[in-house]
T-cell receptor, first 111, second 117 residues
Framework: QKEVEQDPGPLSVPEGAIVSLNCTYS??????FMWYRQYSRKGPELLMY????GNKEDGRFTAQVDKSSKYISLFIRDSQPSDSATYLC???????????FGKGTRLHILP | DTGVSQNPRHKITKRGQNVTFRCDPI?????LYWYRQTLGQGPEFLTY????????KSRLLSDRFSAERPKGSFSTLEIQRTEQGDSAMYLC???????????????FGPGTRLTVL
């Protein structure tokens, strides 16, 4: 079992829909949780950064962390075609600052 | 542009040749990371520097790979005797880590895409 599991998709949804992306993980030491967006042939761009459990909202994006279930989610409201990209979940521990990434989920927003 | 920059953006080489990539981090970021990403996978950690000190190397980093950050600013990643399996996107990231255990927000560059023929 990999440390971070993420469904690679692709996930196709109509414009304006709410998108739900998620990851599970096995290492209970993870405390920092991130979501990156990556457009084709570009570097990852940091979207959300959360510490420990709870929710964080930024515009149309909401990140949730449930440490008891080892499950994190990213919700995108009012999805736009420009949101079409690969979304990578990532996490790290306080002891070890390197980031462990999921495989990424390819998202297509259909106009 | 004050983000992380990487050069070259693309590199095509023949098997057995040596290649070198450069990363310029965000100004005054003391940490610099190298990752490798293959198609359909997330980035995988290779190594990182705090200032000029190389603090950790992944077991993915074979003896043919070497990284330097001589003055604590830009970094280079060299691959000697390239193999077809080295074909990947090589990503650099930087952060201004306030100290271990305080979380680390890493900002990525656009990557260098390496193709080994």
């Amino acid at each position: 079992q990999k440390e971070v599991e993420q469904d690679p998709g692709p996930l196709s949804v109509p414009e304006g829909a709410i998108v739900s992306l998620n990851c599970t993980y096995s290492n209970s030491a993870f405390q920092y949780f991130m979501w990156y967006r990556q457009y084709s042939r570009k570097g990852p761009e940091l979207l959300m950064y959360t510490y420990s459990s709870g929710n964080k909202e930024d515009g149309r994006f909401t990140a949730q962390v449930d440490k008891s279930s080892k499950y994190i989610s990213l919700f995108i409201r009012d999805s736009q075609p420009s949101d079409s990209a690969t979304y990578l979940c990532a996490m790290s521990t306080p002891r070890d600052d390197k980031i462990i990434f999921g495989k990424g989920t390819r998202l297509h927003i259909l106009p | 542009d004050t983000g992380v920059s990487q050069n070259p953006r693309h590199k095509i080489t023949k098997r057995g040749q040596n290649v070198t990539f450069r990363c310029d981090p965000i100004s005054e970021h003391n940490r610099l990371y190298w990752y490798r990403q293959t198609l359909g996978q997330g980035p995988e950690f290779l190594t990182y520097f705090q200032n000029e000190a190389q603090l950790e190397k992944s077991r993915l980093l074979s003896d043919r790979f070497s990284a330097e950050r001589p003055k604590g600013s830009f970094s280079t990643l060299e691959i000697q005797r390239t193999e077809q399996g080295d074909s990947a996107m090589y990503l650099c990231a930087s952060s201004s880590n306030p100290g271990q255990g305080s979380g680390d927000t890493q900002y990525f560059g656009p990557g260098t895409r390496l193709t080994v023929l």
